[in-house]
DNA sequence: ACATTGACCTGAGAGC
DNA sequence: TGCTCTCAGGTCAATG
């Protein structure tokens, strides 16, 4: 799931639920997501403390105890933030940690496959210069940079706009939608895009996640016109009604309509 | 040095 | 029904 609009999304229901109340208890159901830190570790530096704000970069949700203190949440392709009642909800399935608030609530952190991690920095800049990560998409990335990013690369377009080493947030399913959009074909060399389109797709990747965002990320509020709805084999193409194709790019399988995108 | 592949982890769905 | 196989919105170390 997570990409730059699921993780904003999780930032946003993040803030409006988990701010400002103490942690009593943070309780680590498997340790295999954590990064960098024990159990013990984390629990001494996160209990009896509160969260006062959130932030995102990429696909990264920082949360601020104060201080230098901050846990960095990645979520894998499975993961998610679950807010509840603990006296009348359960924990989501394949919850891995669950901070206990003194109020009666809960926030807990559930990933199936568990490839995403919870770790501890200092401060997010430092973590984001740590883990290699260029700028986010929304937010620092602007279209010189972008051009020059991509002038650089000698891969298809399809893993430029997903190496998060370059630009961050963008995943597999929203690098369809972005070339979709902009209507590129996904195997076109980063390196040798005109002026022109590399302008477009920078406008596309602009539109694509604030529409994202805006609907709160759900494949199903997003619009016809989108190619997300119709990602899927024996899908159509919402503009010519061709045949959506599937193709695998550096491992990873891209959706595109031959038709639309050259 | 860079780009691509395989490994990591677990379950859902397709096909037999 | 039950088994096997493939695939899944990510990233890192190993490989070419």
Same mark, same amino acid.
């Given at each position: 799931?997570?990409?730059?609009?699921?993780?904003?999304?999780?930032?946003?229901?993040?803030?409006?639920?988990?701010? %400002?109340?103490? +942690?009593?208890?943070?309780?680590?159901?498997d340790a295999a997501i954590l990064d960098g830190v024990s159990p013990q570790q984390l629990r001494e530096r996160v209990e009896?403390?509160?969260?006062?704000?959130?932030?995102?970069?990429?696909?990264?949700?920082?949360?601020?105890?104060g201080g230098d203190d901050w846990l960095a949440f990645h979520f894998g392709m499975t993961g998610y933030l679950r807010y509840?009642?603990?006296?009348?909800?359960? !924990?989501?399935?394949?919850?891995?940690?669950?901070?206990?608030?003194?109020?009666?609530?809960?926030?807990?952190?559930?990933?199936?496959?568990?490839?995403?991690?919870? !770790?501890? !920095?200092?401060?997010?800049?430092?973590?984001?210069?740590?883990?290699?990560?260029?700028?986010?998409?929304?937010?620092?990335?602007?279209?010189?940079?972008? %051009?020059?990013?991509?002038?650089?690369?000698?891969?298809?377009?399809?893993?430029?706009?997903?190496?998060?080493?370059?630009?961050?947030?963008? *995943?597999?399913?929203?690098?369809?939608?972005?070339?979709?959009?902009? %209507?590129?074909?996904?195997?076109? !060399?980063?390196?040798?895009?005109?002026?022109?389109?590399?302008?477009?797709?920078?406008?596309?990747?602009?539109?694509?996640?604030?529409?994202? +965002?805006d609907r709160d990320a759900e494949p199903e509020r997003m619009p016809e016109s989108y190619l997300l709805p119709h990602r899927?084999? *024996?899908?159509?193409?919402?503009?010519?009604?061709?045949?959506?194709?599937?193709?695998? +790019?550096?491992?990873?399988?891209?959706?595109?309509?031959?038709?639309?995108?050259?």
């Open positions: 799931m997570p990409e730059l609009p699921d993780v904003e999304v999780f930032r946003q229901y993040f803030e409006a639920t988990s701010l %400002r109340q103490t +942690i009593g208890r943070v309780e680590v159901l009896d403390r509160r969260f006062d704000s959130g932030r995102r970069h990429g696909k990264y949700l920082f949360a601020h105890l509840f009642r603990e006296k009348e909800e359960a !924990a989501p399935k394949y919850t891995r940690l669950t901070f206990h608030f003194s109020g009666g609530y809960a926030l807990a952190y559930s990933s199936l496959r568990k490839l995403g991690k919870i !770790a501890v !920095a200092e401060n997010p800049d430092g973590f984001i210069k740590d883990r290699g990560l260029g700028p986010d998409y929304l937010g620092g990335a602007d279209l010189k940079a972008f %051009r020059e990013g991509l002038q650089n690369s000698r891969s298809s377009l399809k893993s430029a706009l997903m190496n998060q080493g370059l630009f961050a947030g963008i *995943g597999n399913i929203y690098s369809d939608e972005v070339l979709f959009q902009a %209507r590129v074909h996904p195997e076109t !060399a980063a390196g040798r895009l005109d002026e022109e389109t590399v302008r477009r797709l920078f406008q596309s990747i602009n539109e694509v996640m604030r529409m994202a +965002i899927q084999k *024996g899908g159509r193409c919402p503009v010519c009604g061709g045949e959506v194709k599937a193709v695998k +790019i550096s491992g990873r399988t891209a959706y595109y309509c031959p038709r639309c995108q050259r």
